[in-house]
Every structure is written in structure tokens, then in C-alpha cells.
């Protein structure tokens, strides 16, 4: 129960990061942060 919480929590992060540096500048959070 505690892992799916915490797998939900880092995908809204990692959504939210996406967004955020596609709009500020055009490029993929992947370039920026490589896991």
C-alpha cells in the first residue's frame, strides 16, 4: 500500500517537472533529468 502511494506521489512530480520544463523551455524533462 505504502509503495503504490509512493509510486503515485514521484509520477505527479515527474508530470508536474515535464510540464513545467516543456513550457519554460521546449525541451523534455529526459534531457534534463536522465533516470
Not at 4 to 31: A, H
Request: charged share 10%; aromatic share 18%; hydrophobic share 60%.
Amino acid at each position: 500500500m505504502v509503495e503504490i502511494v509512493k509510486f503515485t506521489y514521484v509520477m505527479i512530480i515527474l508530470i508536474s517537472l515535464f510540464l513545467f520544463s516543456t513550457n519554460v523551455d521546449g525541451k523534455p524533462i529526459f534531457i534534463h533529468f536522465q533516470i
